[in-house]
T-cell receptor, first 114, second 112 residues
Framework: EAGVTQSPTHLIKTRGQQVTLRCSPI?????VYWYQQALGLGLQFLLW???????NRGNFPPRFSGRQFPNYSSELNVNALELEDSALYLC?????????????FGPGTRLTVT | KQEVTQIPAALSVPEGENLVLNCSFT??????LQWFRQDPGKGLTSLLL?????REQTSGRLNASLDKSSGRSTLYIAASQPGDSATYLC???????????FGAGTRLFVKA
């Protein structure tokens, strides 16, 4: 069974540009979570999507947004990139059936903003 | 507001030693607590998940415990190996919106 996949692996952008990151969850999982791991700041919760709807978001400005598609894959969009957006962006998926809600992570997308 | 703290921040041990990593959280209203391993520049690998109604989980040389009332979890690693060298992260999923809060991690180095 395929795990969580993310694309692209690496990305270099310039300040002010926009970027789209993609995530495909494990088959059967309806929830997708996005996290930012910036150097020295640890893993920060960004967004949670389930069944196509945004269910919760962390303390990030509105220029961080996303969506979830009918096949449960997800995109994270970041507008007006700033230098401090440079980070590893991780996506995780889980199933809300059952009680464990265990999250499985993808390999991440490394974004560098210059 | 949920806060997760991990102690120690870094640990260096000789191969073969048993060790304990600590995690504490401030709000006991959680669905679960999950321990992850992260190798440099990589994604996270799930090690153990403890549901809020459980007290411990075991997988191979790993054992994780959960004391929700005191807001503490420990990850016990038996007979450590150089391949265990990585950053270990503790995360809690709160009941108020499935928000997952991570600790800063413990960076483990096992010397051969």
């Amino acid at each position: 069974e395929a795990g969580v996949t993310q694309s692209p692996t690496h990305l270099i952008k310039t300040r002010g540009q926009q970027v789209t990151l993609r995530c495909s969850p494990i088959s059967g999982h309806t929830s997708v979570y996005w996290y930012q791991q910036a150097l020295g700041l640890g893993l920060q919760f960004l967004l949670w999507y389930d069944e196509g709807e945004e269910r919760n978001r962390g303390n990030f400005p509105p220029r961080f947004s996303g969506r979830q598609f009918p096949n449960y894959s997800s995109e994270l969009n970041v507008n007006a990139l700033e230098l401090e957006d440079s980070a590893l962006y991780l996506c995780a998926s889980s199933s809300l059936r059952g009680v464990s809600y265990e999250q499985y992570f993808g390999p991440g997308t490394r974004l560098t903003v210059t | 507001k949920q806060e997760v703290t991990q102690i120690p921040a870094a640990l260096s041990v000789p191969e073969g030693e048993n060790l304990v990593l600590n995690c504490s959280f401030t709000d006991s209203a959680i669905y679960n607590l999950q321990w992850f391993r992260q190798d440099p520049g990589k994604g996270l690998t799930s090690l153990l998940l403890i549901q809020s109604s459980q007290r411990e989980q075991t997988s191979g040389r790993l054992n994780a415990s959960l004391d929700k009332s005191s807001g503490r979890s420990t990850l016990y690693i038996a007979a450590s190996q150089p391949g265990d060298s990585a950053t270990y992260l503790c995360a809690v999923m709160d009941t108020g919106g499935f928000k997952t809060i991570f600790g800063a991690g413990t960076r483990l180095f096992v010397k051969a």
